[in-house]
């Protein structure tokens, strides 16, 4: 019996898929350098509006002008609130978004992060509320991050579409039936309220229940959309109670795991900053350069700057510095080569001089390649005034 002749068919379409398997990966890297420069590009302008408002709020304003900076920052938020969340939706859509479990008390968490919002309810004229009910252990392993982009999400959303009355933000750690830890995490509001028909809806990308009143209020039609798939994410749902006039409640429940440390990490008060920090600050971006040192100026900081990595890593050699500043995005060596050839040049140290990325994109910092070049620590741009002092409290090393 003759052999059988190959099918030539079956082969070429195998050689075609793995061609287009191919494309599909190369479209998605570039996907992925394109967001990272988005993120960059957006971002550096933005650390420059946000920089300078800062700037402005700590010098003497009259009536008017503290309006035109409340006005000013609102807007800033908004913006800022509108990138991340494109950022967020296109990785969700790519499969790129990881979860990085960490331990954490989620209580302290949850105070915290209403905490945040206070000053926007009460803007607003409305009461911002926080109910806990913890049955158990409240140090949990879970992505912190994530949890705070899905629970500020909704608070957000709470006092925007709410004219007046209050929100109530609630947090209940428990036992499960099957012995999993439980965590249900909800926000109540008296606003607008939503039409039940309208409920599936709204979770959609770019959907609102009214998009003229979603539009009046600043609303992208991405938070809801966001918050669902992260929740699915993290293997949780999310289910919503509400009315036309009467308030919504949107409620989140997931399981989550004991945090493996069981002590606490009680962060150290910050300790007074001695005068005349030497500080290199590697960035190319001149506006975000002057930024840093506006947000710096009052407390006597000695600034050297550079423009690439290249050169911190000349400077690092040359200088005695306290703490170093690194961009990640910089022509000729990038942050993260930097930072990684002055740990190699640095050697085995007992402490280490800190390194603190300044980064576009607080996930990314999360990600091996941050973490191989041992970065101390990350701030996420747009830089804020009290993040930046907290981190030369934190790590700047103590004078010889």
Same mark, same amino acid.
Request: hydrophobic share 45%.
């Given at each position: 019996?003759?052999?059988?002749?190959?099918?030539?068919n079956?082969?070429?379409?195998?050689?075609?898929l793995?061609?287009?398997?191919?494309?599909?990966?190369?479209?998605?890297?570039?996907?992925?350098?394109f967001?990272?420069?988005?993120?960059?590009e957006?971002?550096?302008?933005?650390?420059?509006?946000?920089?300078?408002?800062?700037?402005?709020?700590?010098?003497?304003?009259?009536?008017?002008?503290?309006?035109?900076l409340?006005?000013?920052?609102d807007?800033?938020?908004?913006?800022?609130?509108?990138?991340?969340?494109?950022?967020?939706k296109?990785k969700?859509?790519?499969?790129?978004?990881?979860?990085?479990?960490?331990?954490?008390?989620?209580?302290?968490?949850v105070?915290?992060?209403v905490?945040e919002?206070?000053?926007?309810a009460?803007?607003?004229?409305?009461?911002?509320?926080?109910?806990?009910?913890?049955?158990?252990?409240?140090?949990?392993?879970?992505?912190?991050?994530?949890?705070?982009?899905?629970?500020?999400?909704?608070? &957000?959303?709470?006092?925007?579409?709410t004219d007046?009355?209050?929100v109530?933000?609630?947090?209940?750690?428990?036992?499960?039936?099957?012995?999993?830890?439980?965590?249900?995490?909800?926000?109540?509001?008296?606003?607008i309220?939503?039409?039940?028909?309208?409920?599936?809806?709204?979770?959609?990308?770019?959907? &609102?229940?009214?998009?003229?009143?979603?539009?009046?209020?600043?609303?992208?039609?991405?938070?809801?959309?966001?918050?669902?798939?992260?929740?699915?994410?993290?293997g949780?749902?999310?289910?919503?109670? &509400?009315?036309?006039?009467?308030?919504?409640?949107?409620?989140?429940?997931?399981?989550?795991?004991?945090?493996?440390?069981d002590?606490?990490?009680?962060?150290?008060?910050?300790?007074?900053?001695?005068?005349?920090?030497?500080l290199?600050?590697?960035?190319?971006?001149?506006?975000?350069?002057?930024?840093?040192?506006?947000?710096?100026?009052?407390?006597?900081?000695k600034?050297?700057?550079?423009?690439?990595?290249?050169?911190?890593v000349?400077?690092?050699?040359?200088?005695?510095f306290d703490?170093?500043?690194?961009?990640?995005?910089?022509?000729?060596?990038?942050?993260?080569k930097?930072?990684?050839?002055?740990?190699?040049?640095e050697?085995?140290?007992?402490?280490?001089?800190?390194i603190?990325?300044?980064?576009?994109?607080?996930?990314?910092?999360?990600?091996?390649?941050?973490?191989?070049?041992?970065?101390?620590?990350?701030?996420?741009?747009?830089?804020r005034?009290?993040?930046?002092?907290?981190?030369?409290?934190?790590?700047?090393?103590?004078?010889?």
């Amino acid at each position: 019996m003759p052999d059988r002749m190959p099918d030539l068919n079956v082969d070429r379409t195998s050689e075609a898929l793995r061609a287009e398997v191919a494309q599909l990966k190369e479209t998605l890297k570039r996907k992925d350098q394109f967001l990272a420069t988005v993120s960059h590009e957006v971002r550096s302008p933005m650390n420059g509006v946000f920089g300078m408002a800062d700037a402005l709020s700590r010098t003497p304003l009259d009536e008017k002008q503290a309006r035109y900076l409340s006005v000013l920052r609102d807007a800033c938020d908004s913006m800022l609130s509108i990138t991340n969340q494109l950022l967020e939706k296109s990785k969700l859509d790519a499969g790129q978004t990881t979860l990085v479990p960490v331990d954490f008390d989620v209580a302290a968490f949850v105070a915290n992060l209403v905490a945040e919002y206070a000053a926007r309810a009460k803007k607003r004229g409305l009461v911002l509320e926080l109910e806990t009910k913890i049955l158990i252990n409240s140090r949990i392993r879970f992505d912190k991050m994530r949890l705070s982009q899905v629970l500020g999400n909704l608070i &957000s959303n709470a006092i925007r579409y709410t004219d007046e009355g209050r929100v109530v933000v609630r947090v209940i750690l428990q036992m499960g039936r099957e012995g999993e830890r439980r965590l249900v995490l909800s926000v109540e509001d008296s606003g607008i309220g939503i039409a039940p028909e309208k409920h599936a809806h709204i979770f959609g990308a770019f959907a &609102s229940a009214d998009p003229v009143e979603s539009a009046n209020r600043g609303g992208t039609g991405l938070g809801l959309n966001v918050v669902q798939a992260l929740v699915g994410l993290m293997g949780g749902h999310i289910k919503l109670d &509400s009315a036309l006039g009467l308030g919504s409640t949107f409620t989140v429940e997931l399981v989550v795991e004991a945090a493996i440390s069981d002590a606490a990490e009680r962060e150290a008060p910050r300790r007074a900053l001695r005068q005349n920090l030497r500080l290199l600050l590697a960035e190319d971006n001149d506006s975000n350069a002057f930024v840093f040192a506006v947000l710096l100026e009052d407390i006597g900081v000695k600034i050297t700057r550079v423009r690439n990595g290249e050169e911190a890593v000349s400077a690092y050699k040359k200088g005695d510095f306290d703490a170093i500043f690194m961009d990640i995005q910089m022509p000729i060596m990038n942050g993260i080569k930097a930072a990684a050839a002055i740990r190699a040049a640095e050697g085995a140290q007992d402490h280490p001089l800190p390194i603190i990325a300044l980064s576009a994109d607080a996930v990314a910092t999360q990600c091996p390649e941050y973490k191989a070049a041992r970065f101390t620590d990350a701030i996420t741009k747009p830089m804020r005034q009290k993040e930046l002092l907290d981190m030369l409290a934190r790590f700047a090393k103590e004078s010889g």
